[in-house]
C-alpha cells in the first residue's frame, strides 16, 4: 500500500490484478477506511465543528478507559501550531504483540479496523470508545495524517497513516520506562468544513469529563497562541464539585449537598456485573428542577432508567420519613407526589455500566432495563443512611416538598374550578329563568336584564317575544372588582348572565362572533335600591365584559318616575322636572293624579310595553367606554365604595355621575 494508492484512500477501486497483491486483512482496511470516508456522518455525527471536536473526544475517551480501569492517573491535551492534535495519556498503551488473527502489531489493528477496540480485554476492559463513540480508527480514517506512538514492556512503537492508510508498518523507535499511548492527528479539511479546534468548546467537555471521573487528571494545551494557554483540571470531590458550581448561583434550603457513591453487584446475561453509581443532589428555592444524567461519561439528555430508578427512590424515601414526623405529617393529607419532590431538586447522576444501551444514536435516553432498579435499591439505601444522620438536613427538604404538595393542589383545584365553571357556561344550554325570543338575528334580538321576579312577570308579559328576550335576575349581583374570577364565576347571577348573552367571559375571551343580542338592556327600578343593581350590573359589564361596551351593544333602559292622568289623558314623566312641566300644561288641578312608580312592577305589561320597550317609544341610553382621563377602572373601583357604603349622600353623588360616561341616545 505505498505510493499513489496512499493519498486517496477512498478512490481506491482494485481491479482483479491488484486485489492478489493485497491481503485479505489490507482489503478489509481499505473497504473499511471508503465506508467511513464516504459518509463521515455516520460515524462522527456531523462533518462541522461539533464533528471534528468529537474526533478529540474519542481519542481522550480511551485515555478515560484506562484511567476507569485502574491504569492511567492523567490525559494530555495539547492543540499545535500547525493545527493538529496531540492527546497523551499514562495507560497501559495500545497492545503491541501480533494479533492473532491478523498476523500484524495490534496496533495497527486497533488503529485501522472499524470497531476494533470492543474486541479486547473481555470482561474487565470495556472500552468506553466501544460505547460511546466509534473508536480511534474512524479518528484515524478521518485524518489528513495521524501518529500514534505506544510505550509499552520499556518499548516505543510507532506508526503513521494518512486517511487511515498505514504508511509502513509498526515500528520500535526506543526505549522507555513509561506507558501510555500518544495519539497525534490533524483532522482532514476534505472532510470538516472547518478544521479549527475551539478552545472554549474543548475546555468545558474536558471540565465535566474530570468532574465525572473523580481524580483524573486532564491537561489542555492550547500552543496556538503565545505564550501558550495551559489549563488543568482534577476534581477529588467529582460530581460533588460540579455540584457546587451548579448550585452557587441559587439559595439551598438545607446547608450541605447530599453525595454519596455506590456500586452494585448483579448478573446479567450469565455473566457477574458492576454499577457504578455516583449521585449528588440539593434542594434549592427555584421552582425549576435541573437534573443533569450520564453514563459512562455520556450526557443523557432524556435521561432514562437510572432517571426513573432515582426519582422512584427519591419519591419514597421522602414519603417513609414524612410519614414518621408526627409535625410535618399533619401538613398534608396524603403522600408526597413524585412532581412534589422535583420542584427545587438539582441533581446529578453518575453511572458507569458496562453495557450501555440508548435509544438512539444521539445517546439522550439509558433504556437498560436492569439499571432503573439497581439505582433505585442504591438511591434509597444511601439516602436513608444519610437522613437517619442528618436529621437537620432533611426537615426543611421535607417541608419544601410539603410546600410544593399544597401549591400544586392549590393550583389543581383552582384549575378544576375553571374547567368546571367554563364547562357550565359552554355546554350547559339556556339558563331557565331567561325567556329568549324567537328571533336567531343577534343584530335584531334584544336581551332585557330585569331586576326581581315580579318585574321579570311585567316584562314578559309586556314584551314583543319575537325579538325581546327577558332575563330576570335576583337582588344584588356580586361585586367583580373584589372578587376572584372563581368566585365570579361561582355566582349564579354571573353565570346566568354569561349564558345568556353567549360571548364568553372575561375582556380578553369574549367573542363577539357568539353574542347572542345586540342590544343588552339593564332594565331597574327607578329608586336606589335599582341604581343600586344598575351600578352593580355596570361594574360587571366594565370590569369583565368590556368589549361588549366598546362595541355599543349595552344599554339602560329607562322606565318613566309618574304617570300624570287627567281624565281620559295620561303622561308619563321621566323626571321630575317633566312632571312640573307637565302638570304646568293643565289649566287647573280638577281631576289630575299623579301616579309615582316606584318599581317596574307597579306598571302593568302594557304600560311597560308602551315606555319603557316599546322601540317606537322607549328611550334607551347607550353605555359608553370610560373617557381615558376621567374614570378608569380604579376609580370605579373608589366610587364603588362609596356607593357600598353606608352614607347615602356619596351614594346618590356617584348615581349622578353614571350619567357621565351614559349617554343619551333616542331610538
Ligand atoms: C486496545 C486494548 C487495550 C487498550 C487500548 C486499546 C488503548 C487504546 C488507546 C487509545 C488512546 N489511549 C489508549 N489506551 C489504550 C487494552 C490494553 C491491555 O489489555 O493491556
Known amino acids: 500500500m505505498k505510493g499513489k494508492n496512499q493519498e486517496k484512500a477512498v478512490d481506491i477501486v482494485l481491479n482483479q490484478e491488484e486485489q492478489k497483491d493485497y491481503s485479505a486483512h489490507q482489503i478489509k482496511v481499505l473497504k473499511g477506511l471508503e465506508a467511513v470516508r464516504k459518509r463521515p456522518g455516520m460515524y462522527i455525527g456531523t462533518q462541522d465543528e461539533t464533528g471534528l471536536h468529537k474526533m478529540i473526544y474519542e481519542v481522550v475517551d480511551n485515555s478515560v478507559d484506562e484511567f476507569m480501569a485502574g491504569y492511567a492517573s492523567q490525559v494530555e491535551v495539547v492543540l499545535k501550531q500547525d493545527g493538529s ?40 476492559y470495556k472500552i468506553s470508545g466501544g460505547l460511546h463513540g466509534v ?20 518499548e516505543i512503537h510507532y506508526q503513521k497513516y494518512r486517511r487511515g492508510v498505514p504508511e509502513e508498518s509498526v515500528k520500535i523507535i526506543g526505549k522507555t520506562k513509561k506507558t501510555g499511548t500518544i495519539v497525534r492527528f490533524k483532522a482532514d479539511p476534505e472532510i470538516f468544513t472547518t478544521t479549527e479546534f475551539n478552545y472554549n468548546t474543548l475546555r468545558n467537555r474536558l471540565e465535566e469529563i474530570a468532574f465525572l471521573n473523580k481524580g483524573l487528571k486532564i491537561k489542555l494545551k492550547d500552543e496556538r497562541t503565545q505564550p501558550p494557554k495551559e489549563e488543568f483540571f482534577q476534581y477529588n470531590g467529582g460530581i460533588l464539585e460540579f455540584m457546587e ?25 450469565n455473566e457477574k456485573r458492576e454499577l457504578i453509581g455516583e449521585f449528588a443532589l440539593a434542594y434549592t428555592e427555584s421552582n425549576q428542577e435541573r437534573v443533569f444524567c450520564f453514563t459512562n461519561g455520556i450526557d443523557n439528555k432524556l435521561g432514562g432508567t437510572h432517571l426513573e430508578g432515582f ?27 413524585g ?16 453495557e450501555p444501551q440508548f435509544n438512539s444514536q444521539t445517546k439522550e435516553k439509558l433504556v437498560n432495563a436492569e439499571v432503573k432498579g439497581l439505582v ?28 410544593t404538595y399544597r401549591a400544586r393542589e392549590a393550583a389543581k383545584k383552582a384549575r378544576e374550578m375553571v374547567t368546571k365553571r367554563k364547562g357550565i357556561l359552554e355546554g350547559g344550554g339556556l339558563p331557565g ?28 308579559q309586556g314584551r314583543d317575544r319575537n325579538f325581546q328576550a327577558i332575563l330576570p335576575i335576583k337582588g344584588k349581583i356580586l361585586n367583580v372588582i373584589k372578587a376572584k374570577d372563581i368566585k365570579i364565576l361561582d355566582n349564579d347571577e354571573v353565570k346566568t348572565l354569561v349564558t345568556a348573552i353567549g360571548a364568553g367571559y372575561g375582556n380578553d375571551n369574549i367573542d363577539l362572533n357568539k353574542l347572542r343580542y345586540h342590544k343588552i338592556i339593564i332594565m331597574t327600578d327607578a329608586d336606589v335600591d335599582g341604581s343600586h343593581i344598575r351600578t352593580l350590573l355596570l361594574t360587571f359589564f366594565f370590569a369583565k365584559m368590556r368589549p361588549l361596551i366598546e362595541h355599543g351593544h349595552l344599554y339602560i333602559a329607562q322606565p318613566p318616575l309618574y304617570l300624570i292622568k287627567k281624565g281620559k289623558e295620561s303622561y308619563y314623566a321621566y323626571s321630575d322636572k317633566e312632571k312640573e312641566e307637565i302638570l304646568k300644561k293643565f289649566k287647573d288641578d280638577k281631576g289630575v293624579t299623579v301616579q309615582r312608580y316606584k318599581g317596574l312592577g307597579e306598571m302593568n305589561p302594557e304600560q311597560l310595553w308602551e315606555t319603557t320597550m316599546d322601540p317606537n317609544r322607549r328611550v334607551l341610553l347607550q353605555v359608553k367606554p370610560f373617557d381615558e382621563n376621567s374614570l378608569d377602572l380604579k376609580r370605579l373601583e373608589e366610587t364603588f365604595e362609596i356607593l357600598m357604603g353606608d352614607e347615602v349622600e356619596p351614594r346618590r353623588k356617584f348615581i349622578e355621575e353614571n350619567a357621565k360616561y351614559v349617554a343619551h341616545l333616542d331610538l
Open 245 to 269: 458550581k451548579l448550585t452557587k448561583k441559587s439559595r439551598m434550603v438545607h446547608k450541605k449537598i447530599i453525595y454519596f457513591e455506590t456500586k452494585a453487584e448483579y448478573e446479567e446475561k
Open 433 to 460: 329563568k331567561l325567556a329568549d325570543c324567537s328571533e336567531k338575528d343577534p343584530a335584531l334580538a334584544e336581551l332585557f336584564i330585569v331586576e326581581g321576579d315580579s318585574a321579570g312577570g311585567s316584562a314578559k
Open 85 to 124: 492534535v496531540e492527546v497523551i495519556d499514562d495507560g497501559r498503551g495500545i497492545p503491541t504483540d501480533i494479533h492473532p488473527q491478523e498476523k500484524i502489531s495490534t496496533i495497527e489493528v486497533v488503529m485501522t479496523h472499524l470497531h476494533a477496540g470492543g474486541k479486547f480485554g473481555s470482561g474487565a
Open 376 to 403: 433505585q435499591q442504591i438511591v434509597n439505601d444511601e439516602l436513608t443512611l444519610y437522613f437517619e444522620h442528618n436529621p437537620n438536613e432533611l426537615k426543611p427538604i421535607l417541608e419544601r416538598c410539603i410546600l
Open 311 to 337: 426519582r422512584a427512590a427519591l419519591t419514597k424515601t421522602l414519603n417513609d420519613f414524612l410519614k414518621k414526623d408526627e409535625s410535618l405529617k399533619k401538613k398534608i393529607p396524603g403522600n408526597l407526589s
Open 135 to 154: 473508536g480511534v480508527s474512524v479518528v484515524n480514517a478521518l485524518s489528513e495524517w495521524l501518529e500514534v506512538e505506544v510505550h509499552r514492556n520499556g
Open 339 to 354: 412532581d412534589d419532590v422535583r420542584e427545587g431538586l438539582v441533581a446529578i447522576i453518575n453511572i458507569k455500566v458496562p
